[in-house]
């Protein structure tokens, strides 16, 4: 029996050209039909072609334009319609309540994972449809501007679900491809899908979470260890990679590097962000001469504040150094007669 459905869509909110179309996928007797119905506003219906299979995929399409002035297809949403199709729905768990969802790429992240309608005792029933796939893929990104980079994949590990229910994992690790695991940026999905085995699989859900890289200082104009006759007055750090929502300053105190120790913060440092990107700063150290005023050893540190060990000052960076501006001079005087 041949059907239609009333397609609803909406390309306004994606900043992108209205110039798509709906891709309309089906298996009919072991071949895979495909339509492609234009849209030509960025808003409103369209009536699908026949359906003459149990089950058809509906995938949105627009184009981009590229800074090189090429034109790009790129997929905006997917959604499978049929008679059995069980329902699923993914939502990626982070320390960080942003939305969309994005982690830093030391801490876990969690997926919670819900399905239903799943008819295992139903004989009429195809078998590809009492089953769910989940698939885990990643796109890395540019670590310098923060941008998608082209380079994406799949991970090899699939996982199989059988029965109606919510499902959660709260330890997953970032697996982004990389020499240095807390320097890795980009985004992973999960997605959950039909496999009939002669078609397309059928897209029920899908979730992705930004991973952004671990903050890094570097300390100029003072040295570690170094005894000065005077408090330094071009000390400055370096900070890149300051997670978008933070606030990232320097502190001195007196005595040795120990770490958890409270000291004074430099007002002049601070750097507050609530942002959708990593960001980068300088911090120079212009209250350092306000703050040192007797001789002795004195530690500046570099400590930033995130969603993530429940927002606890978390160490970047730290030098120790002297002060010592008197000067003994040993002399002796004598009189000649």
Not at 109 to 132: E, F, I, N
Not at 168 to 185: F, K
Not at 270 to 287: E, G, I, N
Request: some cysteine; aromatic content about 8%; charged content about 20%.
């Amino acid at each position: 029996m041949k059907s239609r459905i009333s397609l609803l869509f909406l390309l306004g909110l994606c900043s992108v050209s209205a110039n798509g179309f709906i891709r309309q996928i089906q298996t009919i007797n072991g071949q895979s039909v495909v339509y492609d119905i234009p849209v030509a506003n960025d808003s409103g219906s369209v009536q699908s072609r026949p359906l003459s299979a149990e089950s058809a995929v509906f995938q949105l399409y627009t184009t981009v334009v590229e800074a090189n002035k090429t034109e790009t297809l790129k997929k905006l949403d997917e959604k499978a319609v049929g008679t059995y199709l069980p329902a699923a729905s993914l939502q990626i768990l982070s320390e960080d309540p942003y939305y969309p969802a994005r982690t830093r790429a030391d801490k876990p992240y969690g997926v919670r994972l819900t399905v239903s309608g799943l008819l295992q005792d139903t004989p009429d029933v195809p078998d590809y449809a009492k089953t769910v796939y989940a698939s885990r893929s990643y796109a890395t990104s540019d670590p310098v501007t923060y941008q998608l980079n082209g380079v994406k994949g799949t991970y090899a590990d699939v996982f199989t679900f059988r029965q109606n229910g919510t499902f959660v994992e709260n330890n997953v690790l970032q697996r982004l491809p990389g020499d240095s695991p807390s320097l890795a940026v980009g985004e992973e999905s999960f997605t959950v899908y039909l496999n009939s085995g002669t078609g397309p699989a059928s897209e029920l859900a899908k979730a992705t979470v930004q991973i952004w890289p671990v903050a890094i200082a570097q300390v100029a104009g003072i040295e570690e260890g170094e005894r000065y006759t005077a408090t330094p007055t071009d000390g400055r750090f370096s900070v890149r990679n300051i997670y978008p929502d933070s606030v990232t300053y320097a502190q001195v105190y007196k005595g040795p590097h120990v770490i958890g120790t409270v000291g004074t913060p430099l007002p002049s440092t601070v750097v507050a962000y609530k942002t959708h990107a990593p960001q980068t700063a300088v911090l120079t150290l212009t209250d350092l001469p306000g703050l040192v005023k007797d001789d002795g050893v004195y530690t500046v540190e570099i400590l930033t504040i995130t969603p993530f060990n429940n927002r606890a000052p978390e160490l970047l960076a730290h030098v120790t150094f002297e002060v010592k501006r008197t000067l003994r001079v040993n002399s002796m005087v004598t009189t000649l007669e």
